[in-house]
C-alpha cells in the first residue's frame, strides 16, 4: 500500500527535483559581439564608451544611474556603479537594479583599449541575482581600405539553466540597441 502511493508521488517528486536543479543550478551564457566603426580612432571610441555618463545614450533601458565611486587617472581608472534598466516584461518582473564595478585602461595605445565591467544584477523584484561579466576591446583595424575601431565584446552571465533563455534573450536585445546606439553615435 506504502509502496504504491511512493510510485504515484514519484513522477511529482521527480518533477520538483529537476526543477529545483533547474533554478538552482547556474549555465554559463557567453555571448561575443563586434562591430567596425569606420573612420574612428580606437581611443576616440574607446573614451566616449567609459564617460559613464554616456551609457543611457547607448543603453536606452537605463532608467537612472547612480556613480557610487571613482580612482584613477585619465588613462587608467576604476569606477562603480548602479544602474537601473527596464527588462523584457518590465511592468510585471520590475526594474533590474545592477551593481557593477568598471576597469578602464589602454593595452597598447594608441592601437588597443580595454574595458571590463563586472556587475552583480538583482531582477524579479530582488529574487534573481546574476552575476555579469563584460570584456570590451578598442582596436585599430583597417577593413576595405577603410582604417577605424574594431568594437568586440564577450558578455558572460551566470543566470540560472531555467531562465537561461530569457537571460540570453535579454543579453542579446540590450546589445543589438547598444552597437546601433554606437554606431549612430560616429556616424554624425
Not at 4 to 30: A, D, M, S
Not at 68 to 77: I, M, P, Q, T
Not at 119 to 136: A, D, E, P, R
Request: one cysteine or more; aromatic letters at 12%; proline letters at 4%.
Amino acid at each position: 500500500m506504502v509502496g504504491l502511493r511512493i510510485r504515484r508521488k514519484f513522477p511529482l517528486i521527480l518533477g520538483c527535483v529537476v526543477l529545483i536543479f533547474l533554478t538552482l543550478k547556474r549555465g554559463k551564457q557567453l555571448r561575443t559581439y563586434e562591430l567596425f566603426i569606420p573612420n574612428q580612432e580606437p581611443k576616440a571610441v574607446w573614451d566616449f564608451v567609459a564617460d559613464f555618463s554616456n551609457m543611457p545614450k547607448l543603453n536606452t533601458k537605463i532608467q537612472r544611474w547612480e556613480l557610487l565611486d571613482e580612482a584613477g587617472n585619465f588613462e587608467r581608472w576604476t569606477y562603480r556603479v548602479v544602474t537601473y534598466e527596464t527588462m523584457v516584461g518590465g511592468a510585471l518582473f520590475g526594474l533590474n537594479e545592477n551593481h557593477g564595478e568598471v576597469l578602464v585602461e589602454p593595452v597598447k595605445a594608441p592601437d588597443h583599449y580595454y574595458l571590463q565591467e563586472v556587475y552583480t544584477t538583482y531582477s524579479l523584484h530582488g529574487y534573481l541575482v546574476v552575476k555579469n561579466h563584460g570584456k570590451m576591446h578598442f582596436r585599430r583595424e583597417v577593413r576595405h581600405g577603410v582604417r577605424g575601431t574594431l568594437f568586440q565584446q564577450e558578455a558572460f552571465s551566470d543566470c540560472p539553466l531555467l531562465l537561461a533563455p530569457l537571460c540570453s534573450y535579454e543579453i542579446d536585445h540590450n546589445r543589438r540597441n547598444f552597437l546601433a546606439n554606437l554606431v549612430s553615435v560616429f556616424a554624425k
